[in-house]
C-alpha cells in the first residue's frame, strides 16, 4: 500500500506535518467505523480494515526513518526487518566511542556536562545524516537509493543512542 | 522475555571483556553493528604466526543475547586456526544459548565479527 497516496501526498522525503496531522484527522473521520455501522457487514470490515490502514500509514509517515523507508520500499528497495549486519569499521568504532562516553557519564564528577556533550555530538551529526538522506531520496535514482538504505541505517544507530541517553538522563534526575 | 540459563550466566559473568591494543601486528579486529536493535560488537583476536588464535576480546554494547553470543565466541574461538574459526555459524551460537527466533540477529552478529575480524587479519597480513 502507498501511504503517500493515502494521504494525498507528494511520494518524497520532506513533509509538512502540520499537514500530514490534518489529514490524518480528516481520513480518521471519513472511515470511523461508527460511520459504517449501518453499513453491510462488507462496509463494516472495509471501513474497520481502511481505519487501520490509516493508522499504520500516520504512524510510517510521521517518523522520518520509517518515512524514508517506506519510499524506499515503494521504489523497490525493502530494508525494514532486515538482518544483515552492518560493516562499516570507521563508522562502528565512532559508535562504540560514543557508548563509551555514555558509560561514563554515571560515573563522572560532572555528569551534566558530558551527557551535554553526548548530545551534542548525537544532534549534530543526525542532523547531517538527515540531511544526506533528503538530498539521496530526493535523487530518487537506484544508485543514490542504495546510499540512502545506508544512511538510513546509520541513523538507526544514532536514534538507539538518542534513547539509551534519554534513559540515562531519567536517571541522573 | 525469558533467557535461557546459558545466555544469563554469560551475560553476569561474560568472558574475555576488553580490548588489544589494536596497533599490535598480531590483533585483528572485527566491528559489526546491527541497525535494527542498534546493538555494537568488537571482536579481537590475538593470532600467533602458526595461524592459531590464542586469545580473543570483545566489547558489546546490546542486549543480553548479544553480550552472550559474543561472550561464547570469545570462548569457542580460543586454540582454533584462523580457517576453523571462519566456519563457526550463527545456528551453532543460537542453539548453544537456546536463542528464541526474535534474537537469531544477535547470533549472525558473531558470526559476523568472526569474519570481519579474520578478513581485518588477511587485510593487514596482505593474503
Given amino acids: 500500500m502507498n501511504y503517500f497516496q493515502l494521504f494525498h501526498l507528494p511520494a518524497q522525503f520532506e513533509l509538512d506535518l502540520t499537514e500530514l496531522g490534518t489529514r490524518y484527522l480528516e481520513l480518521q473521520r471519513q472511515f470511523h467505523p461508527d460511520k459504517h455501522a449501518a453499513g453491510s457487514e462488507r462496509d463494516k470490515l472495509m471501513a474497520v480494515q481502511q481505519a487501520a490502514n490509516i ?57 551534566d556536562a558530558l551527557i551535554d556533550e553526548a548530545d551534542q555530538q548525537i544532534q549534530q551529526q543526525k542532523k547531517a545524516l538527515l540531511r544526506q538522506l533528503q538530498s539521496a531520496l530526493d535523487a530518487n535514482n537506484p544508485e543514490h537509493d542504495h546510499q540512502a538504505a545506508d544512511i538510513i541505517r546509520k541513523l538507526k544507530f544514532f536514534f538507539k543512542l538518542q534513547h539509551e541517553l534519554e534513559l540515562i538522563e531519567q536517571t541522573q534526575d | ?112 565479527a568472526i569474519k570481519a575480524a579474520i578478513a581485518d587479519y588477511k587485510q593487514r597480513h596482505g593474503n
Avoid at chain 1, 74 to 103: H, T, V
Avoid at chain 2, 74 to 98: F, H, Y
Fill in chain 2, 1 to 112: 522475555m525469558a533467557y535461557s540459563t546459558k545466555v544469563i550466566d554469560h551475560y553476569e559473568n561474560p568472558r574475555n571483556v576488553g580490548s588489544f591494543a589494536k596497533d599490535d601486528p598480531t590483533i585483528a579486529t572485527g566491528m559489526v553493528g546491527a541497525p535494527a536493535c542498534g546493538d555494537v560488537m568488537k571482536l579481537q583476536l590475538k593470532i600467533n604466526d602458526q595461524g592459531i588464535i590464542e586469545d580473543a576480546k570483545f566489547k558489546t554494547y546490546g542486549c543480553g543475547s548479544a553480550i552472550a553470543s559474543s561472550s561464547l565466541v570469545t570462548e569457542w574461538v580460543k586454540g582454533k586456526s584462523i580457517d576453523e574459526a571462519a566456519l563457526i555459524k550463527n545456528t551453532d551460537i543460537a542453539q548453544e544459548l537456546a536463542l528464541p527466533p526474535v534474537k537469531i540477529h544477535c547470533s549472525i552478529l558473531a558470526e559476523d
Fill in chain 1, 55 to 111: 493508522n499504520d500509514a500516520y504512524h510510517s509517515l510521521k517518523q522520518p526513518l520509517l518515512r524514508a523507508e517506506h519510499l524506499l520500499a515503494l521504489r523497490g528497495l525493502k530494508i525494514s526487518n532486515e538482518q544483515r549486519s552492518f560493516m562499516e569499521p570507521a563508522f562502528l568504532m565512532q559508535q562504540m566511542e560514543l557508548r563509551e562516553l555514555l558509560a561514563e557519564i554515571s560515573d563522572a564528577a560532572d555528569p
